[in-house]
Each structure stands twice: as C-alpha cells, then as structure tokens.
C-alpha cells in the first residue's frame, strides 16, 4: 500500500504564498498519478491540481490555474500556492492513484 502524509499548512496572509509538501512511503512505485484536493467548510472536496508521472501531464481546476502549481515525484509531491485569496481557506490533502489518502493539512487565508 501506500501512506501519504501532507506538511505545510498554516496561516497567511492574502496575498501570500505557501508551499505544501506531501511525503508518500510503502510501495510509492506503483504510483502513476497524485493530486491535490480540498475541502471547505460546508463545500464537498475538489480535486485543484493532477500531476501524471509516466506522460508527464499536470491539469488545475480553473479557481487555481495561473496560481497554483504542482511538482514532484512518486515520493514528494508539492504544491507552490502563490498570490493566495480567502476563498482557498480548506483543508488541503494529499491523493495518489484515485485510491490513496492523507490526512490533510489546513490552510487558512485571513483579510
């Protein structure tokens, strides 16, 4: 299986930037694909940013797109958020091969 642990969250500014870091461990070569996902209160969870290994391919949702960017590999996956707006406010997590998942990290934009 494979264990994915996310880091970098907090609080900043808008404006701001911060970059998330997710750590995958156990059988990270069967992974092909991670992304990005969050969630805030009251909204159901959305998929921001995809990254695929073998074609190397990313995709953004539109709300992340010029700001958002990701990177990595099978056993380090980053998201650079920059110029950072209230409404990215959610827990933010960590996803590989559609079937695997941390357990988030927050990050929280304040005015």
């Known amino acids: 299986q494979v264990q994915l642990a996310e880091s970098g969250g907090g609080l900043v500014q808008a404006g701001g930037s911060l970059r998330l870091s997710c750590a995958a461990s156990?059988?990270?070569?069967?992974?092909?694909?991670m992304a990005w996902f969050r969630q805030a209160p009251g909204k159901e969870r959305e998929e921001i940013s995809r990254?695929?290994?073998?074609?190397?391919n990313t995709r953004y949702a539109d709300s992340v797109k010029g700001r958002f960017t990701i990177s990595g590999d099978r056993t380090t996956l980053y998201l650079q958020m920059n110029s950072l707006q209230r409404e990215d406010t959610a827990v933010y997590f960590c996803?590989?091969?559609?079937?695997?998942w941390g357990q988030g990290t927050q990050v929280t934009v304040s005015s």
């Open positions: 996803e590989a091969n559609t079937e695997f």
């Open positions: 156990g059988r990270t070569f069967l992974i092909y694909t």
């Open positions: 990254i695929w290994f073998g074609s190397p």
